[in-house]
């Protein structure tokens, strides 16, 4: 059984950091390549961060710069190191494990910028 659990979101003023923690089982962690999306109301899921296999990383601009994503494959676990927050990243944001065209998703955790 697959799953991928996210914790660390919360509420936190424009200008501040959080660090979401995505904890996988059921899957071999290493081979996966692993992503940041988050959900806006009413608008589309978007990805916001990837890290692959061999822990390479890419960013959308909306994010580059202060957003990190890294991978500790000792502990399936994968992070978001998010800073310089604004309230246009208020979104919930999935964690996401693939490889080979399988695709497995977690619950999803808010994060809400607001002063």
């Known amino acids: 059984q697959v799953q991928l659990v996210e914790s660390g979101g919360g509420l936190v003023q424009p200008g501040g950091s959080l660090r979401l923690s995505c904890a996988a089982s059921?899957?071999?962690?290493?081979?996966?390549?692993m992503a940041w999306y988050r959900q806006a109301p009413g608008k589309q899921r978007e990805l916001v961060a990837h890290?692959?296999?061999?822990?390479?990383?890419n960013y959308p601009d909306s994010v580059k710069g202060r957003f990190t994503i890294s991978r500790d494959n000792a502990k399936n676990t994968v992070y978001l190191q998010m800073n310089s927050l604004k309230p246009e990243d208020t979104a919930v944001y999935y964690c996401?494990?693939?490889?080979?065209?399988?695709?497995?998703w977690g619950q999803g955790t808010q994060v809400t910028v607001s002063s």
């Open positions: 996401n494990a693939h490889w080979l065209g399988t695709d497995y």
């Open positions: 059921g899957i071999i962690f290493p081979i996966y390549g």
């Open positions: 890290i692959a296999r061999d822990s390479s990383t």
